[in-house]
């Protein structure tokens, strides 16, 4: 059974940097297709970054593109996201996400889910 467990996110202020980690167990990420979601208060869980098994193909969502990055760890079997500049607009939940194939953006399509990570941005 595949299980994600996120860690990283905390109270910054905007134009700071965070680093989130999804460690996964049950599953190797050179075999999954990996992302992350996110959601804000009293919105729908958005789509932020995936790649797929091999990372050669990343995807990301216009509001945070050149500001994260998606990337891994094999040996440690992680999948992390870098947030640099963050805004306030960034605050929510984020999500780790995994799935055996790839779909696209749409959070159904995604079986693996982990607890998710609060990220506060500040102004």
């Known amino acids: 059974q595949v299980q994600l467990a996120e860690s990283g996110g905390g109270l910054v202020q905007a134009g700071d940097s965070l680093r989130l980690s999804c460690a996964v167990s049950?599953?190797?990420?050179?075999?999954?297709?990996t992302g992350w979601f996110r959601q804000a208060p009293g919105k729908e869980r958005e789509f932020v970054a995936s790649a797929r098994w091999s990372f050669r193909s990343t995807y990301y969502a216009d509001s945070v593109k050149g500001r994260f990055t998606i990337s891994r760890d094999n040996a440690e079997n992680t999948v992390y996201l870098q947030m640099n500049s963050l805004i306030p607009d960034d605050t929510a939940v984020y999500y780790c996400?995994?799935?055996?194939?790839?779909?696209?953006?749409?959070?159904?399509?995604?079986?693996?889910w982990g607890q998710g990570t609060q990220v506060t941005v500040s102004s």
């Open positions: 049950g599953g190797a990420i050179g075999g999954l297709v």
């Open positions: 996400v995994a799935a055996p194939i790839y779909t696209g953006i749409n959070p159904r399509s995604y079986p693996y």
